[in-house]
């Protein structure tokens, strides 16, 4: 086989095994890197380059190998971007976590946040009470955002930091 194709393949494939690795093992894993996931993450990416280049380990088979996977890339945010369900299949969906002072414990449980874990990230947003917490998602990136109320002024305030501590599980 022509030694481009092959590197346009072979690149194709890590692209696609990674995308579907990072759907698989949950959003709570993009919030935010710690020392242990740049790790993995530079593990990973000198795992799959023999599998992307091959044997060739050329200039030319390096930047055909990232070429592809800019493309890929830029595909796969068009395809994300144009249609709601292939957005649902690679991104998932939010997932409302609390509604008028009220924890969804199921969502809880799907999602593996311990309420100690929503407890806290609701702190984080200056919140002291669950029953203060109009709405808390559980957003597509991993993160928790809130939106409350401060009885006193009858505003609404939306916050949306990104977690300290990554999640323990999964």
Not at 38 to 45: A, E, K
Not at 96 to 111: R, S
Not at 133 to 139: A, F, K, Q, T
């Amino acid at each position: 086989m022509n030694s481009i194709l092959d590197v346009v393949i072979r690149s194709l494939c890590v692209y696609l095994f990674m995308v579907i690795a990072i759907r698989l093992f949950g959003k709570n894993q993009l919030s935010q890197l710690n020392a242990g996931d740049v790790v993995l993450l530079l593990l990973i990416s000198n795992a799959v380059q023999n599998a992307m280049v091959g044997q060739d380990t050329s200039l030319q088979g390096g930047i055909i190998a990232a070429l592809v996977l800019f493309i890929a890339n830029f595909v796969l945010k068009r395809l994300i971007f144009s249609s709601k369900s292939f957005s649902s299949f690679v991104e998932s969906d939010p997932v409302i976590l609390v509604k008028d002072g009220v924890i969804d414990y199921k969502a809880l449980n799907k999602e593996k946040i311990s309420e100690e874990e929503l407890n806290e990230a609701i702190r984080e947003h200056g919140v002291e009470d669950i029953k203060d917490v109009r709405l808390s998602i559980l957003e597509v990136d991993g993160n928790i955002s809130v939106v409350s109320e401060d009885e006193k002024n009858k505003q609404t305030h939306y916050s949306r930091i990104k977690r300290k501590n990554k999640r323990k599980y999964h």
